[in-house]
């Protein structure tokens, strides 16, 4: 491309995902309102019978919020972030192009399913881990495609340097990819009983040892999801609103990299006065005070 020629982003896969971030932002909500009530007025559990409980609707508004609402955000940015700051469009790539709708739709799918199976009571009842493994499965090849997106298009960029955004994207892939597999390590309860159900599956993990795991998970999926892939927008959208350059890359630096190291560490703090070893609930409480430097 020569510097007179002007690049025109191809947004379409971005604003797929941005409808489907309206979606599931406003059904995530309307069941948090619901299940809000249902505290107060206990009846409400009721009103559909066993579909209508407490205990079949947190789970949908968690994983909704989180994994609905929360990352079809994030996919939508970087399919809008993600060429700019690289100086390249999704269109001059048939193959990425192919990618970022398959990516939409494989998504969509494994929402729809997750809905299903939730409202049918099917659950692993780990917090933000409630999917049976088929979905699981799934959600993995998912998180693939958006990392082929990634990387695909760090590919074939035009620019250098890689923006901070792309840092913090970057790290939110491989981040939630570590902890999500290491967490939903599982085995089919049938496999292993000869009992039971093909689609039901039991940890491979047990005890405080599920429990440390789980909170690894737990806590940093969360904090990966709702603070570092949000960072990344900041970054782009913050500069670009208010005419300011980035003020101090250094401290951009300073900022990743202590989110990298000290995030990972916090979430003993979920198992205070648990089973668990002493020392890790110290080291959660400690790690998440230390949070105060990068953060702010």
């Known amino acids: 491309m020569r510097p007179s020629q002007l690049l025109h982003y191809d947004y379409s896969v971005a604003k797929l995902f941005m409808f489907a971030t309206i979606l599931f932002g406003i059904i995530g909500m309307v069941v948090g309102v619901v299940i809000a009530f249902q505290m107060a007025c206990p009846e409400l559990n009721y009103i559909a019978g066993e579909y209508s409980a407490f205990g079949r609707l947190r789970p949908l508004h968690t994983n909704g919020i989180i994994f609905g609402f929360m990352l079809s955000g994030i996919f939508a940015t970087w399919y809008y972030i993600g060429q700019r700051v690289l100086k390249v469009s999704m269109s001059e790539s048939p193959f990425l192009m192919f990618i970022g709708k398959l990516h939409f739709w494989l998504y969509m799918l494994v929402m729809v399913l997750a809905v299903v199976t939730l409202f049918m009571g099917e659950s692993t009842a780990k917090e933000y881990a409630e999917l049976e493994w088929p979905l699981d499965i799934a959600v993995v090849v998912v998180w693939v495609l958006w990392g082929v997106s990634i990387f695909g298009l760090i590919g074939i960029r035009r620019e250098k340097t890689l923006y901070i955004s792309v840092w913090y994207y970057i790290a939110t892939f491989l981040g939630v ?10 085995v089919p309860t049938r496999l292993v009983s000869g009992y039971g159900s ?4 039991v940890s491979m993990y047990a005890g405080s040892n599920d429990a440390l795991v789980q909170w690894w998970y737990g806590h940093n999926a969360v904090a990966f999801v709702f603070t570092v892939a949000i960072i990344a927008q900041i970054y782009y959208f913050l500069p670009k609103e208010s005419g300011q350059p980035i003020f101090s890359y250094k401290l951009s630096l300073f900022s990743f990299w202590g989110l990298m190291f000290i995030y990972l560490w916090a979430g003993g703090h979920h198992l205070i006065y648990s089973a668990t070893p002493d020392w890790m609930q110290t080291m959660g409480s400690v790690f998440s005070i230390v949070l105060i430097l990068p953060s702010w």
């Open 177 to 186: 990819a570590m902890l999500y597999l290491f967490n939903n390590m599982e």
């Open 198 to 201: 093909w689609l039901h599956s």
